[in-house]
């Protein structure tokens, strides 16, 4: 029975074999011929399901189709741009609103963190720390803002210490990284030679050197050697990575790296996994991501505040500058110059004259008040109407019974006035810059109906200064003409009145007098005719007195004909007045 | 890019480094040389339009206070042997290291007589010295004093291994 048992089992094990060597000696091709026919139908129907589950895996597809993808758009780019860009034109308006946003918040991110770190307390602790650290401030913050940061990554080619690809977080070269690599390498060999072999035949290997900044974590595998420079404290995590990295590398680039031949190029892609270990851990403390950006916005505000306290003074400034400027409308006032350093502290440079408003007044009426004000005051003496208007004012109050009015710059007095106290306004009046000439005496009645209560040695001094200022008029005539204008009609309205003042005063001091009327001509023409003009003068001036009330029996008329004096013959167009007066008390 | 390791090999004093220094300007310091036993520079030249980066394993003379530094010619893609002309015991200990290195790879190797400045002072027959040049894919004479033949021996190099 056991023998029969055992035949059988020794049959179907002869049958076994007869089946294995149809599909898989050498008629396999048979059945793998068949497979074939089908491969496309057969692969087509799992495809996706395989690179689904092989992604799920191990992630390992994303990073095969990468570079394959990469190309596909750079080709694209070259050679169908046009199409791309259509595609893209869409898009390319919000692309550029959410770069521009982020930007800017990037920004000011930055200038908070700037801020905070420069000017803080921290800041300077900070600073001096990185000072005797001997590393740069940058360096320092980012060593106390991040946990860790996995700078650059190398991977490097075991046997010849080659360096194979790199990756920086920043985009920045490193010239000397392929001497960094060799030589790293050879310090790891260096260990590995130096120290003791462990029981198990496996060199001691390099896995960390750490200097003052940062960090190398080294993971070695059996072709390739990958290297992380990494600043802060780099967790397990970091090295986990490394080491799923190179395994991943190894899978991938098995044959490069046994056949490697100097040439890098090969390894061009592998940066997409090598950047899987640039990880970054930023101390949550120090900076969360929803921090507001305090230090910037307040820097903001306060520069906002105050350029807008700087232009609201100045503006008040300049304000307050035109107002004060108003002061040289004022008669009599000229501004030389106004410094208006703020709104309580001014200088004001001014000229004035002594009947212009007083500077403090024109302040005050102006609801103008200031804690520093500067004052410099220099007297002069102004011309304009108003201020000589003033002066006249300040005159004529003295007189109750005159007023006065201008007409065309002449200054015209109404109203009754003692023939004494006239002759001291006229000085008064001229004192001021009014010339007899800018006097107007039409309405102005002269009265000399005062008693003389004066002693007589005051009425005396009187009498001689009448005679004085009666021999002082004189009429000037045009070419031959013999007419008396308005103008010497003025003079002789004076003069009578003053001829008969002087007549009272003569009566009292007992002195006979006579008015004296001298006619001249100049010395064009017959010398006769100018005898005879000159008399017609004098004679018009006494007919004029006449009619003005005096008494032809006390005017002697008489003519000088020629005046042949060299400086005045040619103009001397005159009548001139002289009193002759004989003092009775003398003549007994 | 390409890039290639190469080593200098030879007895103390023989002038490798001044060799090397000759042909770049390094960043690293010469103390790696007693400290760990090998200093490494870089230089790009120029083949057939083609730029090889070559790293100069600059590796510590070896005499009887050092051993040979066999780890660090693995992964090599050419190596030199440096000897001084002047000295005829530095010729003995380069074909000696040259025997050693042989155990380790089987790349090209160069033979250099540096300090070609000088006058040589062999001991030796030519046949004899031919014999030891057999032993090499190519020979120089060089003068790390005066630059001479360093740029064409490098550029050599480069070449024999691209060749390879």
Known sequence: MQKNASVQLTESQQELERLRTVI????????????????????????????????????????????????????????????????????????????????????????????????????????????????????????????????????IHKETGLL??????????????????????????????????????????????????FKLLIRSGPSAIIVAAVTGNPPQQVSEQLQITLEEIHRLYIDELDHFDGDSSLFKNAENQLRDCLLTEEIKTELSSNKKPWFAWLLIT???????????????????????????????????????????????????????????????????????????????????????????????????????????????????????????????????????????????????????????????????????????????????????????????????????????????LNINIGLLLMGASDNSGNRNTNKKLSMMRAESAAIELTHLGLNRVQMFVTSLGQIDIEDVKNTSRKVMFNVIYIDNKIKD | MIKKKICLLGA??????????????????EKYLTSIGVKIDKKIVSVKQQEVQLMLWDIEGYDRYNVFQGKYIRGASAYIIVVDQTRNSSLQEGIAIHALARNISNVPAILVFNKSDLQANWHLEDSQINQYIALFDRQFNTSAKTGNNVEEMFQAIAELTLKE
Do not use: C
Request: aromatic fraction near 8%; hydrophobic fraction near 40%.
């Open chain 1, 302 to 508: 306060i520069v906002t505040i105050f350029i807008a306290f700087a232009i609201e003074s100045g503006y008040q400034r300049t304000q307050l500058k035109k107002l004060i400027m108003n002061i040289d409308q004022q008669p009599g006032i000229v501004v030389m110059n106004i410094n208006v350093k703020s709104e309580n502290d001014i200088t004001l440079d001014v000229m004035r004259d002594p009947n212009a408003i007083p500077i403090e007044q024109w302040f005050n009426s102006h609801q103008l008040s200031f804690k520093s004000l500067n004052l410099i005051e220099r007297r002069y003496r102004s011309l304009s109407p108003e201020i000589l208007n003033r002066r006249v004012e300040a005159i004529i109050s003295h007189y109750p019974d005159l007023s006065f009015h201008w007409k065309n710059e002449q200054l015209s007095l109404l109203g009754n006035i003692d023939i004494i106290k006239y002759q001291e306004l006229t000085t008064q009046l001229s004192d001021i810059g009014i010339t007899s000439r800018q006097l107007q005496i039409q309405q102005l009645s002269l009265d000399n109906s005062n008693d003389f209560a004066q002693s007589t040695d005051v009425n005396q001094q009187i009498f001689k200064d009448l005679i004085g200022k009666i021999s002082t008029i004189q009429l000037n005539f045009e070419v031959n003409s013999n007419q008396v204008t308005p103008a010497m009609q003025m003079d002789l309205k004076l003069l009578a009145e003053q001829f008969r003042y002087l007549i009272k005063l003569a009566k009292q």
């Open chain 1, 164 to 213: 194979l690809k790199s990756v920086n977080l920043e985009q920045q070269s490193q010239n000397d990284i392929d001497l960094i690599s060799s030589m790293l390498s050879a310090i790891n060999d260096f260990v590995g030679d130096s120290f003791q072999t462990s029981k198990d035949g496996q060199k001691e290997q390099l896995q960390t050197v750490s200097t003052d900044s």
């Open chain 1, 24 to 155: 898989l000696g050498e008629e396999h091709h048979l059945i793998t011929d068949a497979v074939n026919e089908q491969a496309r139908d057969i692969v087509g129907e799992v495809l996706t399901e395989a690179l689904h589950d092989r992604q799920k895996k191990d992630g390992s597809i994303d990073k095969v189709l990468l570079p394959i993808v990469e190309a596909s758009v750079e080709h694209s780019v070259v050679h169908n741009s046009d199409r791309l860009i259509s595609y893209l034109y869409p898009l390319l308006g919000d692309l550029i609103r959410k770069s521009v946003g982020a930007f800017l918040s990037n920004f000011i991110e930055k200038t908070n963190q700037l801020i905070e770190y420069s000017f803080t307390v921290k800041g300077l602790k900070w600073r001096f720390k990185a000072w005797r650290a001997g590393i740069s401030f940058t360096q320092y913050v980012l060593s106390q803002t991040y946990n860790y940061r996995v700078e650059h990554v190398l991977l």
């Open chain 2, 12 to 29: 103390s004093s023989v002038g490798k480094t001044s060799l090397v220094k000759q042909f770049v300007e390094g960043i690293f310091n």
